[in-house]
C-alpha cells in the first residue's frame, strides 16, 4: 500500500480507553512522564523513524515463553534473538503504541501475519499483544516503553499512578470530572478493564446500560466533591466493604468520578446532536445497574 506522509504519527488504543489530555510524540518533559529504572536505559525523548514508543504492561517477557517464536515469525527471524534482558527493556509493550506511519504500517503487516499464528498455540487473551511484540522484535524496533501514558490497575506499579497520588486529596473528585493537565500533571488515558469503587459509588464496563446512549436515558449520578476525603472504604456490588488507605481512596476515587463524568459528558454530546429535548435528568446510580 502507499503512505500518503510516512512521517505522520500513528497511535494505536484499545477501546475500553478514555483519554485525559492529548497523546503526542515528545516524552521529553519530566513533569508529565514516568518511566521504569530499566526504561530509562538509553531512554529516547520523541517518537521518530526507527524508534516507537508504547505502554508499559506487566506481560514480561512471556512472548519470548509461551509460543516458539521461530514458528511464528521463521528460523531466521531477529525476534528468536531477542534476549530476556532486552525483552524486558523494550518489547513489554501494550497500547497506547504509538509510532511514525512507516513503521506501523511495517509492524502491522508482520502483526496480522502473527497473530493467528500465536493465537492457535496460544488462544488467550493476550496472544495479539504477544503477535505484536513478536512483529516489532522481528523488525528490530525496540520501543521506548513510558509508565505513565495510562492507568488501570491501581496496584500496578509500572503506570502512572505516582501522577494521581500527588493531587491533593480535598477536592479531588471534582477535579477527576474534568481534569486541567496544566493544573496537575495527570495520565495520558485511562483503561477501564477492571472494577473500581469509591464508598457506595462504583463502575464496572460489564454493568454499563446498553440503552445509555439514547435520547431517552437519563445520565448517571455523581459523586460529591469531598467522596475522596470523607470516605475511607469502597463497596463493590455482592461483595463484603473493603476499608482502604488514603492512597487507595485517591486512586479508585479518581478513577470512579472522571468516568462517570466522562460517561455523562459523551451522552450530553450524543443528545445535543442526535436529539431534541435529550433526557438530561442525572438519576441514574450505577450501583444500582
Known amino acids: ?6 512521517d505522520h504519527r500513528i497511535i494505536l488504543t484499545d477501546p475500553d480507553m478514555i483519554l485525559l489530555r492529548p497523546i503526542t510524540g515528545d516524552f521529553s518533559h519530566d513533569r508529565e512522564v514516568v518511566i521504569g529504572p530499566r526504561k530509562r536505559i538509553n531512554r529516547k525523548f520523541k517518537v ?32 528468536k534473538d531477542v534476549t530476556y534482558e532486552q525483552g524486558l527493556e523494550s518489547y513489554d509493550t501494550g497500547p497506547p503504541y504509538i509510532a511514525t506511519a512507516r513503521d506501523m504500517y511495517a509492524i502491522s ?10 493465537h492457535k498455540v496460544y488462544p488467550r487473551l493476550m496472544a ?3 503477535a505484536f511484540c513478536i512483529a516489532a522484535a522481528h523488525l528490530k524496533l525496540p520501543h521506548q516503553m513510558i509508565d505513565s501514558m495510562m ?30 493537565h496544566d493544573v496537575f500533571a495527570i495520565p495520558t488515558l485511562i483503561h477501564y478493564c477492571q472494577r473500581y469503587a469509591i464508598g457506595d459509588w462504583f463502575f464496572s464496563k460489564g454493568k454499563m446500560k446498553k440503552d445509555f446512549f439514547t435520547c431517552e ?11 475522596i476525603n470523607e470516605t475511607d472504604y469502597m463497596q463493590i456490588p455482592g ?31 450524543f443528545k445535543d446532536q442526535q436529539c431534541v429535548g435529550g433526557n438530561l435528568q442525572e438519576s441514574i446510580n450505577f450501583s444500582d445497574l
Open 217 to 227: 436515558s437519563p445520565l448517571l449520578m455523581l459523586p460529591s466533591a469531598d467522596i
Open 48 to 79: 521518530e523513524h526507527g524508534q516507537p514508543f508504547a505502554q508499559t504492561y506487566r506481560i514480561g517477557a512471556q512472548w519470548q515463553k509461551e509460543v516458539n517464536v521461530s514458528d511464528i515469525a521463521g528460523h531466521d527471524s531477529h525476534a
Open 128 to 130: 495479539e499483544m504477544f
Open 109 to 118: 503487516k508482520k502483526w496480522v501475519e502473527f497473530v493467528p499464528k500465536v
Open 1 to 6: 500500500g502507499n503512505i500518503k506522509n510516512e
Open 239 to 269: 461483595k463484603a466493604r473493603e476499608k482502604i488507605s488514603k492512597k487507595e481512596r485517591k486512586r479508585e476515587g479518581f478513577i470512579v468520578c472522571t468516568i462517570l463524568a466522562a460517561l455523562n459528558d459523551a451522552a450530553r454530546f
Open 151 to 180: 492507568i488501570s490497575d491501581i496496584d500496578n506499579p509500572r503506570e502512572g499512578w505516582s501522577l494521581v497520588d500527588k493531587i491533593p486529596i480535598d477536592g479531588m473528585c471534582e477535579f477527576a470530572k474534568h481534569p486541567q
